[in-house]
T-cell receptor, first 112, second 116 residues
Framework: DSGVTQTPKHLITATGQRVTLRCSPR?????VYWYQQSLDQGLQFLIQ???????AKGNILERFSAQQFPDLHSELNLSSLELGDSALYFC???????????FGNGTRLTVT | AQSVTQLGSHVSVSEGALVLLRCNYS??????LFWYVQYPNQGLQLLLK??????LVKGINGFEAEFKKSETSFHLTKPSAHMSDAAEYFC??????????????FGQGTELSVKP
């Protein structure tokens, strides 16, 4: 058990809809990272938050947004969903810079 | 910019044989390097990490990796494969710089199959 909790585990929704994925980091970790895993793109870094502030941005679409709350949990919001957004979305957390990332079990999003 | 290249998207070995998964990295500063394993329907689990303390790094489940700066490589090995090693393996690099936030850049992954 990595200590990182992601909910829900599975999500099925229709095109054009909006969903919210939730992540609770390991106790004590201030950084939260979001990754998207798909067969054609592999593991793509989306965005990172550190203690409530955005720290780094990757290949995140404008339709996607995220935030980290004062209790350090994070949410990834995906809107105007398209079929191509179907993927596994992972959250990870870490302590100090350079330390390993600890991953949750992911949320599998299916857009129909 | 950082990048990671994993040579071979699929590797198949017999049980008891040597496992060698190849990883080459590109980084403008001394990197932090990691290997992760992903079992079906699970998240990524850390196998081992290199953070400049020693070039030969030992990880969990009998895996180890050697950092070779001259070859910009960080190959993963295990002397004797077990059926339970069948999974997907990811090499990742981080610059560890505060401006980058410590994010990891992953390779495309190598799927390891172990034949009885």
């Amino acid at each position: 058990d990595s200590g990182v909790t992601q909910t829900p585990k599975h999500l099925i929704t229709a095109t054009g809809q909006r969903v919210t994925l939730r992540c609770s980091p390991r106790s004590g970790d201030l950084s939260v990272y979001w990754y998207q895993q798909s067969l054609d793109q592999g593991l793509q870094f989306l965005i990172q938050y550190y203690n409530g502030e955005e720290r780094a941005k990757g290949n995140i679409l404008e339709r996607f947004s995220a935030q980290q709350f004062p209790d350090l949990h994070s949410e990834l919001n995906l809107s105007s969903l398209e079929l191509g957004d179907s993927a596994l979305y992972f959250c990870a957390s870490s302590g100090r810079v350079g330390s390993p990332l600890h991953f949750g079990n992911g949320t599998r999003l299916t857009v129909t | 910019a950082q990048s990671v290249t994993q040579l071979g998207s699929h590797v198949s070995v017999s049980e008891g044989a040597l496992v060698l998964l190849r990883c080459n990295y590109s980084s403008s500063v001394p990197p932090y390097l990691f290997w992760y394993v992903q079992y079906p329907n699970q998240g990524l689990q850390l196998l081992l990490k290199y953070t400049s303390a020693a070039t030969l790094v030992k990880g969990i489940n009998g895996f180890e990796a050697e950092f070779k700066k001259s070859e910009t490589s960080f190959h993963l090995t295990k002397p004797s494969a077990h059926m339970s090693d069948a999974a997907e393996y990811f090499c990742a690099v981080s610059q560890g710089a505060s401006s980058e936030g410590g994010k990891l850049i992953f390779g495309q992954g190598t799927e390891l199959s172990v034949k009885p």
